[in-house]
């Protein structure tokens, strides 16, 4: 119970932190929903934890602060100065009972519920509909009061900057060891880089949150929302050890709350319908953490009723956001990613929101996305259940990565898609390459694998390319994603070398083809190539990976 | 009275907030962006911190720049810090006088929307960037 309580508590400032960011850009952006849906979620969260551990008090002031935000997302009511500063105000009384619980252990004695009527106050105005504009335009737009805690978070940010260039001076000085190879300086050298290691490792810890830290949540919602539903399922989490930034880790929690509800909800059926077809009466939520890489993984399966590709189809045009001839020339594969279409959940067929909010998948892609991940439903098996891929940057993680050089441009590959590097010269390549499926196909030792070149996947001729057909040597990394491999042609490999890992500058995060951005040893930044999202776009004709699959198979008995 | 770091594109004449303004830089590899909007040159490498490269030329419909001298001018934005091309960087104007004027909707073909006024002189006229819009607008990504 006290480790219970220490994670709740360094929760509640967390959020109560983004909550205050939330409302000053609601304050700016008044007619954003997605910033509502995220402030609603953070009190829906909130009053969850406070229920399960016991603060009637705390109780009291997170449910009036998630019916008022429930309340404007439902209603039109004008966003306007009050209501931030109301709920600026409820913010500051649940930041005092928090900070009671943590020097105490025990809610405070009184509190002021004077912040209760002001909201019951708001709440009545909206329904009134009475809409004052006037006063929101300017609002916020000097000085807000911050949190304490705020400037701790600022802090840490300068410190993981300072740490990542002590990082890059560490590989320098080892650069230079390499080149005088003077014993003297090795064990200084050695016992200065561990020095590094193990501040950067702190540095990043403190940062950092553990998937653990969402189990208790996550689990009380899920039974909740089957209990309400009639409903039993089970979930479990893999990976608890896993970690990520803690600012991440807050957008994962809110993602995962709303894949775990709509999966109780619509994709696990009654008791008896699963008994009626052969399955267990309890469901089964997997919610599985790994590392891939550069990249965060967590995979949500559950062993439901799975998407109807028809289904979607038809509410897709139901609603209006396709035409009938257009969602019939998509296959059942791209059809199902549809379900994170804006608009496709929300409101169902008699006007009402589903789960009582409109948030929906959506949401999650564009928060997912927001983030710098992706997000994508891969095997969908109807009556068999689902699985919902999200994978995320890891941001300021050391990961080997290779690079590999196209005409005067350099990208870097996390080393875990590795499969082998071949060097070859360019008559071997033509006579073992042939199409196959409209792809170009290299046999490699008796194995079929599709090619692709950099060029293709980059939409750009290298000026230079003429004079380099001369050049008679091709080099080739063979990567593995998803149990597939493929091989990319590029001119020159790198060796490997560690690289910190950080996310793509907002101004180019929607390119698929990269991950992330990560400087390299001689100071200059790389793009890491989205290994498994360019074998996604660029070789996913079904026919083509049979053929593949097939041929590895076979190849398997033969080698065994 | 006010000071701005002044730079010209073309023969127009640019002034960012000497606040704003971390560096001047030349001479800086920049590494290509593939399948970007058109307007990012790129990233660069800025004190351990990698930022983005947006070609005020392309921005503003200029025509490209035929040669290969300009600088970075590396200013601070509400989205953290970005590094903005530009063909020359002049000196640093003080001033005093209030000559301050609103842009009318553009002026040598710029839209209003990226300059927060303008200083006019005998000779010239003086755009006012606003760094922060520069990053406002989304980048168009060709997928």
Known sequence: MQEELKIFINESYESLNSLDKELISLGKNPENT?????????????????????FPKLESLTHIGERL????????????????????????????????????????SHVNASIINDIEEVIAKSEASVTDISESSDFLLGGVPQGGLASETDIMDRFMGIAIEMIHAREALHRFYLKFKDISYYQLITRFSLLISDLYDQVRQSRNQTVGSLVMNLDKIMKDEARARGKSVALRIIGKDKELDSRMMEGLRICLIQLVKNAVEHGIE???????????????????????????????????????????????????????????????????????????????????????????????????????????????????????????????????????????????????????????????????VEILHGHSVFTLRGKKIPLLYMKQILKYEDPEARDKEKNL????????????????????????????????????????????????????????????????????????????????EEKGIVAT | MRKFCTFTIGDVRFGVDVLKVLAILNQVEIIRVPLANRTIAGLIQYRGQIITVIDLRRKFEFPDRKNENFFHAIVKTKRGIISLLVDQVDEIEEITQNTRVEMSKSIHGIDSFFISYTYRFDDYVLLILDVDKIVETKSEVFT
């Open chain 1, 473 to 552: 040597i091709v080099n080739m990394v063979i990567l593995e994603t998803d149990g597939i491999k493929f091989g990319l042609v590029a001119d020159l490999v790198h060796d490997m070398e560690e690289a910190v890992i950080r996310p793509l500058n907002t101004q180019i995060s929607g390119i698929y083809l990269f991950s992330g951005v990560t400087i390299l040893q001689d100071e200059k930044p790389a793009l890491i190539l989205d290994v498994a999202e360019i074998r996604r776009r660029h070789l996913n004709n079904p026919e083509l990976l049979m053929a593949i699959s097939e041929e590895q």
């Open chain 1, 69 to 108: 935000s429930n309340h404007l997302i439902q209603s039109d009511f004008e966003i306007n100065s009050e209501v931030i500063t109301t709920l600026m105000k409820l913010n500051t009384a649940i930041r005092e009972i928090i900070f009671t619980i943590d020097e105490t252990g025990k809610e405070p």
């Open chain 1, 270 to 432: 009654d008791p008896d319908e699963r008994i009626a077809e052969d399955k267990s009466p309890d469901g089964a939520i997997t919610v599985e953490c790994s590392y891939k890489g550069e990249l965060f993984h967590a995979l949500i399966t559950d062993d439901g009723r799975g998407f109807q590709a028809d289904a979607i189809r038809k509410r897709l045009v139901d609603k209006g956001l396709m035409m009938t001839e257009e969602v019939s020339q998509i296959s059942d594969e791209e059809i199902i990613q549809y379900i994170f279409k804006d608009g496709y959940c929300g409101l169902n067929e008699s006007g009402h929101f589903i789960g009582g909010k409109p948030t929906g998948l959506d949401i999650v892609k564009a928060k997912i996305e927001s983030m710098g991940g992706a997000v994508y439903l891969q095997s969908n098996l109807p009556g068999k259940g689902c699985e919902i891929h999200i994978t995320l940057p890891m941001i300021n993680a050391i990961v080997p990565v290779i690079s590999v050089v196209f005409g005067k441009e350099r990208y870097a590959i996390a080393k875990v898609h590795l499969y082998e590097i071949l060097q070859l010269d360019s008559d071997t390549l033509l006579r073992n």
């Open chain 1, 34 to 54: 997605e910033i509502l849906s995220t402030i609603h979620a953070h009190y829906q969260t909130f009053l969850e934890s406070s229920k399960f551990l016991h």
